[in-house]
């Protein structure tokens, strides 16, 4: 994975359809011990946003790697008291080999890019959520042996996730489904360009017919339906969203072998009933597992191996 050596990746179309496959392909050989890789590096993560699987698997792959870790924690850096983030992107430069950042706003995640000449990692935006997409990939490939052709509809919010999802979609030659209430659609920019990279050979659907959209497909996914910073309007967007539960009722309209996914953290009984998420076809916690390991091959191929 040489052409990834030293690249940010601030959304999942930074990588090409060629650079997904190869990250997909080494996540697996990781995962079933086919390969040791060793990186002596330093990885900082700066986080702003609440963190439990993106910290941890970050940090346990890194660890695995024989790197080392390094929590910026805002509360307890100069982050937090108002130091510039350009001035903090500066220094860090100077620090660190790499750096992921969990933030709100894309253009501050961008703003790190330009101010730094190390690697920076997407760990989440309000815009995109490029490593949770990778996992999903990555899962989706371990049921089905391929992606082309495969059908996978989101239910819910219209979100960072679901940009990710589509785009990645469309980058994997996977259709694409996206049921959501009308008013809560992912941004237009990201469908036009899910299209254009798609270029008519898979679909990019978007619907308000939860049914219409689970019909025949081989993945169910679904998110909570106020994201962090939403939490105010939660109480609010609970009976709008009601019928974009992902339940029983909905399972039956996919394909017998379908699976549901779920990026966490869960609100049971809102977005996905207990049943289903304990259920035969939950791929959930094999989804989590595989944020460690499509993560630790994003690490490997930017900062290189000894």
């Not at 679909?203 to 219409?212: A, G, K, R, Y």
Request: net charge negative; charged share 20%; hydrophobic share 40%.
């Amino acid at each position: 994975m040489e052409a990834l050596k030293g690249r940010d990746v601030l959304g999942i179309a930074d990588l090409s359809t060629e650079e997904i496959q190869g990250l997909l392909h080494l996540a697996a050989q990781l995962k079933a011990g086919q390969v040791n890789l060793r990186c002596n590096k330093v990885l900082g993560l700066l986080f702003y946003k609440a963190s439990t699987r993106t910290r941890v698997s970050f940090s346990v792959a890194m660890y695995q790697l024989g790197g080392q870790v390094i929590d910026l924690n805002p509360n307890v850096t100069q982050v937090g008291r108002g130091e510039p983030a350009v001035d903090t992107a500066r220094v860090l430069d100077r620090y660190l080999d790499i750096l992921a950042i969990r933030t709100f706003d894309q253009k501050e995640l961008e703003l790190f890019a330009q101010y730094t000449q190390i690697p920076i990692i997407n760990a989440l935006t309000d815009w995109e959520h490029p490593c949770q997409v990778l996992a999903d990939l990555l899962t989706v490939q371990e049921c089905f042996g391929s992606l082309a052709g495969t059908t996978l509809t989101y239910l819910g919010d219209g979100n960072n996730v679901a940009h990710s999802l589509m785009l990645g979609c469309a980058l994997m030659g996977m259709n694409i489904r996206i049921a959501t209430p009308s008013a809560y659609q992912p941004d237009n920019s990201i469908v036009e360009q899910a299209r254009q990279i798609s270029g008519g050979r898979t679909e990019v659907i978007l619907t308000d017919d939860p049914v219409i959209a689970a019909k025949g497909v081989q993945v169910l996914y679904t998110d909570v339906w106020a994201s962090m910073g939403q939490e105010a309007s939660a109480d609010e967007r609970i009976p709008v969203f009601h019928p974009y539960q992902l339940n029983e009722q909905l399972l039956t309209y996919a394909d017998p072998d379908a699976i549901v996914l779920h990026c966490l953290p869960a609100h049971r009984g809102e977005e996905i009933t207990e049943e289903v998420m304990e259920g035969v076809r939950s791929r959930i916690w094999d989804q989590a597992e595989n944020r460690m390991h499509v993560q630790k091959a994003l690490l490997a191929s930017i900062l290189g191996t000894d």
